[in-house]
């Protein structure tokens, strides 16, 4: 009789697909709030300039595809991170753990305050969310959303991608750089947010002068001829 090699089905890796979409949809997310800071840095150089670069990226994220993966990622990453606390055999997290799902459990309440000011306003009033007529709704008493907002985000996702690269060579050999740039990316992203807060003050005050201008010009009474 000959031997039969049965070969058994590879079963599905419930633990290991989460784990790999909780990392895909996170890295969808980083790579938004990414872009989104270095739009934020361009305020060093040119509001002008930072108006364009957002009206680029809202090609990509405001169009049906580019929102549904947005939200879906950010869904997703959510209710798999939740999943994975919940599931745990034992609730000592390590420090590390618990202080990034700590930020990550801060993430949704800022994010919704900001979503309020930008796209959900698009959505419902038809708003124009550009840079000129959402950052004086902060400015300056409320600038301590967007800021906290920032560090509370880039903390997080700097956090997960530690974990995720810590055990590559080329990552370990290059360690300070990206340490470095974990640094200056929001640092430079607060600085040109606070410079174009600043610009659009600006702009603001010179029209609001012109106006008083032209209304005195209009009001004044015409000279009395001789």
């Given at each position: ?50 108006e364009q ?119 370990r050999r ?17 600085g040109g ?34």
């Amino acid at each position: 009789m000959s031997d039969v090699t049965i070969t058994a089905k590879p079963r599905f890796d419930l633990d290991l697909w989460a784990r790999y979409t909780r990392l895909t949809s996170g890295l969808i997310l980083f790579t938004f709030a990414l872009t989104h800071l270095l739009n934020h840095s361009l305020g060093l150089y040119s509001l002008d300039v930072m108006e364009q670069v957002q009206d680029w990226r809202k090609i990509v994220t405001r169009h049906p595809i580019g929102t549904t993966i947005l939200y879906g990622a950010l869904v997703t990453h959510v209710f798999l991170a939740l999943a994975k606390t919940a599931t745990r055999q034992a609730f000592r997290l390590p420090l590390w753990e618990m202080l990034q799902l700590t930020l990550g459990l801060l993430i949704p309440m800022f994010l919704l305050i900001h979503l309020a000011d930008t796209r959900a306003s698009e959505w419902l009033i038809n708003f124009d969310d550009s840079y000129r007529n959402t950052i004086p709704g902060y400015w300056p008493k409320n600038l301590w959303l967007p800021i906290l907002l920032v560090m509370v985000v880039w903390s997080h996702g700097c956090m997960g991608v530690q974990f995720w690269l810590r055990l590559r060579p080329w990552y370990r050999r290059s360690l300070y750089l990206w340490f470095a740039l974990a640094l200056i990316i929001p640092t430079m992203a607060i600085g040109g947010f606070l410079a174009a807060g600043q610009a659009i003050a600006a702009e603001r005050k010179i029209k609001r002068l012109e106006k008083r201008l032209d209304s005195a010009w209009y009001q004044a009474p015409a000279p009395v001829m001789p």
